[in-house]
Structure formats: C-alpha cells, structure tokens
C-alpha cells in the first residue's frame, strides 16, 4: 500500500523528442506527488510537484499529468535535451495533520538524451 | 541559495564500527529526515525529527541507528555496529514547515563502504 511503481527503468531518447515517466501508486491517502532529478553524485533535487485535486501542471518544458481516478501520474519532458540526461524519481507523500511527510519513491528512471 | 550540507562525502569503515554521518540543514528549517539509496535502487525513507524527538522512524532504522541534533546546525546519524548491508548512499534532508507542499531539500549525500 506504501509503494509507487514507476516504469520504464530506462528510456532513450533523441535530442528534441518527448520523454514520458509513468507512476502508479496504490495509498489513496497520498497527496502529494513531487518528481524529483538526481544526477551522478549528488542529491534528489526537486523539480515539479503536483496535488491530486488538479490534472495537469505545466512549468517550462515539464508537465505533470495526474489521473486520480486511475492511481496514476506521469511526467512528461517536452524538447529533451542532453541536459536533462539523469534519474528521475516519482514520489508520494500524505501532508495529514500529524503526519511527517515522509517521501515515498518510485524505484527510479534513468533519462539518456542523445544528441 | 541555502542548500543542505553532508559531511563525509565517502566513509569507508570496518564491519562493527560505529560511524557517524553529519548534517547541516537550512538554516531555518525545522523538519529533519535521512533517507538512503543502496546502489542502483530507490531512495528510502529511514526517519524524520522534529522538536527534537523522532516523529517517525521506518523498519530499517532498528537499535542500530540513532539520530541526533546535537546543537542548533548540525543533525546527526549514528550507526552503532555497521554490517555489510549497511552500505549505501545516506541523504539528509530538511523542509520549514508541514506545510502542504513544502519542499524537502537533499543534501548531496554520503557514501557509506563498509567492509
């Protein structure tokens, strides 16, 4: 019930094309899902978030789309770019009263952009 | 722009030593969590701190692992007796409030050998 399964494990993807990671979870008390970049060596870095009361956010070439319904939610990166080559993670977390806001993670997707 | 900071970078330690992972979070944040990432797979949640108590704590945080906010900067992991699966990467993080879609901050990380 604590899971997000996240699919694909890997993905390439041509310079300019559109990358999309796809997240389902199970807990219906989640809401909260952040999707976080890490590169080689470093920390988790925040790059979107989105609430379970709207269907899509948009910030520049990231969009998440949520489908509460479903369980699912997915990130899409519109105009990929060598740069965006990195592991990105889907998270949950319940912001409840009393609750720590724990980050729940996907198991991860590793991005390879190629020019 | 304040960032979390970790101090080793790499700690490379004897099967049963106890080892301790430093951490300085923002400033003004007052909510604690360390999380960790055993090669190639997700970021799990071991435990959060606020008000100077553990709030939550995980099954992998057992007798072994205690935390600690000694003064007002630094936030601690101790690891008593490390064993081989202790070995991973830990990652500290903080936010400023529960506040519904607060942002938690990662560090950069510390990668933990134990041999």
């Known amino acids: 019930q604590q899971q997000v399964k996240q699919s694909p494990q890997s993905l390439i993807v041509q310079k300019g094309g559109i990358s999309i990671i796809n997240c389902a979870y199970e807990?219906?008390?989640?809401?909260?899902f952040p999707w976080y970049q890490q590169f080689p060596g470093k920390g988790p870095a925040l790059l979107i978030a989105i609430r379970p009361d709207v269907s899509e956010k948009k910030e520049g070439r990231f969009t998440i789309s949520f489908n509460k319904s479903a369980k699912q939610f997915s990130l899409h990166i519109m105009d990929s770019q060598p740069g965006d080559s990195a592991t990105y993670f889907c998270a949950a977390s319940i912001h409840r009263s009393g609750a720590t806001n724990k980050l729940i993670f996907g198991t991860g997707t590793l991005l390879a952009v190629q020019p | 722009e304040p960032e979390v900071t970790q101090t080793p970078s790499h700690q490379v330690t004897q099967m049963g030593q106890e080892v301790i992972l430093r951490c300085v979070p923002i400033s003004n944040h007052l909510y604690f969590y360390w999380y960790r990432q055993i090669l190639g797979q997700k970021v799990e949640f071991l435990v959060s701190?606020?008000?100077?108590?553990?709030?939550?704590k995980s099954e992998i945080f057992d007798d072994q692992f205690s935390v600690e906010r000694p003064d007002g900067s630094n936030f601690t992991l101790k690891i008593r007796s490390t064993k081989l699966e202790d070995s991973a990467m830990y990652f500290c993080?903080?936010?400023?409030?529960?506040?519904?879609?607060?942002?938690?901050?990662f560090g950069p990380g510390t990668r933990l050998t134990v041999l």
């Open positions: 993080a903080s936010k400023w409030t529960p506040v519904y879609m607060d942002t938690q901050y």
């Open positions: 807990n219906t008390a989640f809401d909260y």
């Open positions: 701190f606020y008000n100077n108590e553990i709030s939550e």
